[in-house]
């Protein structure tokens, strides 16, 4: 089974809930979608900060879980947003996510959110801890 089936076939309820739509998956780099609806929104209706960060965190832990070994969980222990433009409600953001660094202890991932003409929304870098499987 490849990646991105992988991970469609087996979403994270927060995921779900966000409504976030995976384009493509791969060990190096993970793509999605998101519909910016009103209740994803801030006043005025524009995506909140929030929604964006979840949106590349979401796609950070995934990314570290395409490079896991059986057993293994990750966890993020850093991230740091910079907004640089807003996302109106009813239209799409892109986020591709890509590695910086994959290491057997953490992996550093930066996710770019483009709005649809490719405008850049906003970047985030985080850190993601490799959980080792309990014995």
Known sequence: MDELTRIQNNPLPFSELLGVRFLGASPERVTAELLVRKELCTSPE?????????????????ATLVNLKDGQGTTTIESKTNFLAP?????TVRAECAAIHRGRRTMVWQTRVTAA???????????????EART
Not at 46 to 62: F, K
Not at 87 to 91: F, I, N
């Open 46 to 62: 524009v995506l909140h900060g929030g929604a964006i960060m979840a949106l590349a965190d979401t796609l950070g832990a995934y």
């Open 87 to 91: 996302a109106p409600v009813g239209t």
């Open 117 to 131: 003409d490719g405008r850049l929304l906003a970047i985030v870098t985080q850190t993601q801890m490799v959980l």
